[in-house]
């Protein structure tokens, strides 16, 4: 059975701090999507990392996906109040590449 | 429309009774998938659509559940005999392709059974 796991579950930091979450499988992915769900909203796509070790700049996020392509990670730098919400990591399933399946997600809250 | 549009936004609904929940996906789009996601946890895929082949309904968790897609756009989901698990979110996304990289999520329908 493939399943992503995500963690911490829940972190809660200052403005400006820097964090890492992380998103782990012990399955291979061909490609890992983030997202970032905000209360009342659906998720939105961030970034798709698709090659094993790639890193991804989106302003102050890093994306990174492991070189054997089963875990990745999240860097935001100096945190900003804007950046709350819930992160989730959603991969391809092996028996049908376009069903995707989330982790459970890291909820962030980042405090002026 | 320029997104996924999802209606009612809200339903409180009795425990017993029927509910349909619908979704308006992008114009163009072939797949069309369906999520429930309860507090605090991640998605659960439900049901999933493309173009004009037979629906992947793998994900429903009972015969309860049930979901067309009409002239390969417009979806309704309904859940019959609503009972006060299937109070979560139920999401709606749409893709070009089916792609895993053009997921577009609408803003949900929130369900909660009394």
């Known amino acids: 059975t493939q399943l992503l796991e995500q963690s911490p579950q829940f972190l809660s930091i200052q403005e400006g701090e820097n964090l890492t979450v992380y998103c782990n499988s012990s399955s291979v992915f061909s490609s890992l999507q983030w997202y970032r769900q905000e209360p009342g909203e659906g998720p939105v796509l961030l970034v798709t990392v698709v090659t094993g070790g790639e890193v991804k700049k989106l302003k102050r996020l890093t994306f990174q996906f492991g070189d054997a392509r089963k875990d990745s990670s999240l860097h935001i730098t100096a945190a900003q109040p804007g950046d709350t919400g819930l992160y989730l990591c959603?991969?391809?399933?092996?028996?049908?590449?376009?069903?995707?399946?989330f982790g459970p997600g890291t909820s962030l809250s980042v405090i002026p | 429309g320029a997104g996924v549009s999802q209606s009612p936004s809200n339903k409180v609904t009795e425990k017993g009774k029927d509910v349909e929940l619908r979704c308006d996906p992008i114009?163009?789009?072939?797949?069309l998938y369906w999520y429930r996601q309860s507090l605090g946890q991640g998605l659960e895929f439900l049901i999933y659509f493309q173009g004009n082949s037979a629906p992947d309904k793998s994900g429903l968790p009972s015969d309860r559940f049930s979901a067309e897609r009409t002239g390969g756009s417009v979806s309704t989901l309904t859940i019959q005999r609503t009972q006060q698990e299937d109070s979560a979110v139920y999401l709606c996304a749409s893709s070009p392709d089916g792609a895993p990289e053009g997921y577009t999520f609408g803003s949900g329908t929130r369900l909660t059974v009394v």
């Open positions: 114009s163009g789009h072939t797949a």
């Open positions: 959603a991969g391809p399933r092996w028996t049908s590449y376009d069903k995707v399946i």
